[in-house]
């Protein structure tokens, strides 16, 4: 229960009246539904389950509480890997689909 | 059943030499490469086709047979991937270097491909001509030549857009010995690049998992990969990780030869992308499918030559030495950053996408 | 990735597990109630890896596992309506029911579709107007806010052949009802994050106060699972019984009111039963009244009665964390992921299923 995967929003919008998304995941991109997470933005991070944003993602908290943990672990710094830089909100373009890709 | 098709399957019954369960059908799962496809061919094919200590019964990735002083590798491999068209190529190009890559497999030097087609009813010309524009250019990239084929044309709903079935045949060079069931304990395991790309780049293009970004198919010929390999040292089995993934092959490879294998999993290479999407299916990159990757078992001494040689070239850039093969019982096990070590083992039908 | 990857590193790991070493003193019992978090726990041995004190028993949080053996019927019934199309999240395929189970029933020709999310399944609806789409509506509080968001939108905007065959669960009932059952071992657990995510954790305090059992919302990766076990043994250890947030990066007291609000609209309590358990009074949700027109129950009739559950199967005992996947006799012998006798072990979610992949053994338990 609850696969729920953190991305970045790299992309807002209206569709059918409900407030929809684009998330990057580190190099993968998928629409998700924001209508649970109306405080986000572009740049926002999000948890995503079966399509949708089910919390915004506290990344001060996030931060503070992996200090504490690095510490435990002696880390000497902390390697946190990066966000996604490869898609820029204003480079997405979403992939042209081939004509006669079937719906199966 | 009563007609033409009954009498056919009565007949099947009465003569096939293997108990087959009443009512039993043909599942997807079948397909997959996991125990299940592995059942069908060691209880049905092999026993009907061929005798224990025949070549088709070592199941190599191609067979290796003597004609006039010389030994050939000859395979066949089908191509039904839906979609036709996914990121990175399509099916042609996929049925000429997989094909290609099973000769090589073997060590031998892929030489000619015939390639059989059935098109389904109502597919465009245009999706043709694409299609086998691929593996003209594939055949040209692998140093191949397409020297025969056939086509059949299926009513529609029978076809799934279209079917790719290639043979190819290669010669084996004098001294070579690659097979399956060659690993000893003390051999090293390497992995020619990141696993994964190729299944998560088709399930993208999948109605209702609709992903995007930087995603492609791996398929690629891996002749020049092997090569290069081989004349850095002792490579003693080769077996490019289709359907089913490493894992798959990794069992597959461990029963083959006899012998337990254990892999680290910091090793494998998986690309940043790739890994994500598998995050978000909740599926384990190594049992999803691969093209253009191949697991090459090598000796011990010659392992960081055969590695630096598989780095140099272009399919190879990413290779990386991810386990040994150890004494004991056909299993696999993986090595946890932890330190503890589960089972890597065989799955029956194909990964679902989980929710949970 | 980001905010997944960190929480693998292995230091950390082991310097939380010698952590629990240090402050440990006795034994204790806890559970972990998801089945994200029994899958990431076999799976990294980290089970193994603790401290011989700390014993983990594993939760009844695996919705595939727990959902009523006549909605699977149900839904392979609706697969083979030669008008209907049935779609479903991945793990759900391969779920037994009474005599076959969803992937046969392609196998026969039932239009039975995999999907990601049931916004897709709306789509599917969207583009078949002649057939009637069904979503097998499985999840705990996860899942239902975006299944009650695809009824609302199909409501709206005038999609009349989509439908919800809902089978949704309910974790708070779930663990009073281990609380309450007699010999009941465990004294601690660690709550579903992303269920908190959209609850928060309210419901959870007079839990944790009538109860006395500390109860410690956690995440999914190792670091998470050790940090939150780290936690529960500190307040067992120091007496306390408190309700505390390891998943402080996602989950906040109040959780998510947007998604409450669509589900409230939409859904409301109901008894349900468990599979393997039985009824657990006000653990499900059904659609409301002003949504039962896409209640796929009410345009599919039941016909015929569930087949009862294999005798052997054991799975009711190993939801409750009252015997372990590897305590059954049939575990691995008779009952594999390939021919399985029960839920859990068909479900990758799945304790028997997480031991049967780990490579545990049977193990012979006297009483």
Known sequence: MCLGVPGKVIDVYDEDGIRMGVVDFGGITRKACLAYAPEVDLGSWVVIHVGFAISVVDEEEARRSYELLAEMGNLEDIDLPQSPEGVRAEDYRPAPRRAGERDR | MSGAAGERATDFVLRCPVPLPPGATVLLGHGSGGKLTQGLIRDVFVPILADAGSELARLGDAAVVEAGGQRLAFTTDAFVVTPAFFPGSNIGELAVNGTVNDLAMMGATPLFLSAALILEEGLPLEDLGLVVTAMARACERAGVALVTGDTKVVERGSADGLFVITSGVGLVPEGVQIGPERARPGDRILVSGPVASHGVAVMSRRAGIGFEGALASDTQPLTDLVRAMMAAGDVRVLRDATRGGLASVLNELAEASGVSMLADEAAIPVLPPVRAACEMLGLDPLYVANEGVCVAIVAADDAEAALAAARATPAGSDAALVGEVVEGPPRVGLRTGLGTTRPLIMLAGDQLPRIC | ?367
């Open chain 3, 1 to 367: 990735m980001r905010f997944v990857d960190e929480y693998r590193d292995d230091r950390i790991a082991r310097a939380l597990l010698e952590d629990i070493g240090r402050i440990v003193t006795r034994p204790w019992t806890l559970m972990e109630v998801c089945g994200g978090q029994t899958h990431t726990l076999i799976r990294q041995g980290i089970d193994e890896l603790l401290p011989a004190q700390v014993e983990l028993v594993h939760g009844p949080g695996c919705p595939v596992c727990v959902t009523p053996l006549a909605l699977i019927d149900e839904a392979i019934q609706v697969a083979k309506c030669p008008d209907a199309i049935l779609c479903s999240f991945g793990d759900m395929l391969r779920v037994p029911g009474s005599s076959e189970d969803l992937f046969m029933a392609r196998a026969a020709g039932g239009d039975v579709r995999v999907v990601y999310s049931p916004l897709d399944a709306l789509e599917v609806a969207r583009r078949n107007p002649d057939k009637t789409v069904v979503f097998f509506a499985v999840g705990f509080e996860t899942t239902a806010p975006a299944n009650a968001m695809a009824v609302k939108q199909a409501r709206q905007l005038g999609i009349d052949n989509f439908a919800l065959l809902v089978a949704h669960v309910l974790v708070p009932p779930a663990i009073m009802a281990i609380l309450v059952s007699p010999g009941n071992r465990v004294q601690g657990f660690l709550a579903p994050g992303h269920v908190c995510a959209i609850e928060g954790w309210r419901d959870y305090e007079p839990i944790a106060r009538d109860f006395g059992v500390p109860i410690v919302v956690t995440g999914f990766e190792p670091v998470d699972l050790l940090e939150g076990i780290r936690m529960a043994v500190a307040q067992l250890e120091e007496g306390r019984a408190d309700v505390e947030n390891q998943y402080v990066r996602a989950v906040v007291r109040d959780g998510n009111a947007a998604a409450r609000a669509v589900v409230a609209e939409v859904f409301e309590p109901c008894d349900r039963a468990w599979r393997g358990i039985g009824v657990i009074p006000n653990s499900g949700l059904r659609l409301r009244e002003a949504y039962r027109a896409h209640d796929a129950e009410l345009r599919f009739p039941h016909e015929g009665t569930p087949a009862s559950e294999s005798e052997v199967c054991i799975a009711g005992e190993v939801l409750r964390g009252r015997r372990k996947p590897h305590e059954c006799p049939a575990f691995s012998t008779l009952c594999t992921p390939e021919s399985p006798l029960g839920a859990p072990m068909v479900s990758s979610e799945g304790a028997c299923a997480a031991y049967f992949l780990a490579g545990r053994r049977r193990e012979e338990v006297s009483a």
